[in-house]
């Protein structure tokens, strides 16, 4: 595709429920991030995919939360058991080689009452 | 981890100031970046500036790769330019660390 796409955009759960949030990357981009960000702070990192394998998911913040990315192109990030602390906004973004230019899709904001 | 430090963390412009954000950072980085994001959340890719300096209409960028410094100037500032300047440095971990951001507000 021309851009990032994630979706849902916005996701109110209740305490407790499951979610699962997606991301299709720019089309031929090997690297996919997921990204946590509270409100006034800098994206923090969650996990990162080269291709279908899952690199690094030191940023996972518990065994709560699982992503996948099971043919190196769409991923989806799911949160079991939702907590409050979970309400944030999920950034996912993509580049095209191991490392280099960034592009961020507009993010799934999640509301866990 | 690498750390990032991004200042001022708020500014305040009446539009047509110019400005300068200041990001350091404390080891040496492959990669850095300069996003806004603009108050609908979107990151917007404003820099891919690992060293040296781009200029893009209004705005332009400097990293001191060996000062450990990178620096956004925006001139002549217009209202859409408020949202949060964001840079973000990866140093051979594939993995982007982002700053807190800086936050501004251009008045008309």
């Known amino acids: 595709g021309a851009g990032v796409s994630q979706s849902p955009r916005y996701k109110v759960a209740k305490r407790g429920q499951d979610v699962a949030l997606r991301c299709d990357p720019i089309s031929g981009h090997v690297s996919l991030f997921w990204y946590q960000q509270a409100l006034g702070q800098g994206p923090e990192f969650l996990t990162y995919?080269?291709?279908?394998?899952?690199?690094?998911k030191s940023g996972l913040p518990s065994d709560r939360f699982f992503a996948e990315r099971p043919e190196g192109s769409v991923s989806t990030l799911k949160i079991q058991r939702t907590q409050q602390e979970d309400s944030a906004v999920y950034l996912c973004?993509?580049?095209?080689?191991?490392?280099?230019?960034?592009?961020f899709g507009e993010g799934s904001r999640l509301t866990v009452l | 981890g690498i750390q990032v430090e991004q200042s001022p963390p708020d500014l305040i412009l009446q539009e047509g100031a110019n400005s300068t954000l200041r990001c350091n950072f404390s080891?040496?980085?492959?990669?850095l970046q300069w996003f806004h994001q603009n108050p609908w959340g979107q990151l917007i890719n404003l820099f891919y500036?690992?060293?040296g300096t781009k200029q893009n209409g209004r705005l332009s960028a400097t990293t001191v790769a060996t000062e450990r410094y990178s620096l956004l100037y925006i001139s002549s500032s217009q209202t859409t330019d408020s949202g949060v300047y964001f840079c973000?440095?990866?140093?051979?971990?594939?993995?982007?660390?982002f700053g807190r951001g800086t936050s501004l507000i251009v008045h008309p």
């Open positions: 995919f080269q291709n279908e394998a899952q690199l690094d």
């Open positions: 080891d040496s980085v492959n990669n």
């Open positions: 500036i690992p060293s």
């Open positions: 973000a440095v990866e140093r051979g971990s594939y993995i982007p660390t």
């Open positions: 973004a993509s580049s095209f080689g191991n490392t280099g230019e960034l592009f």
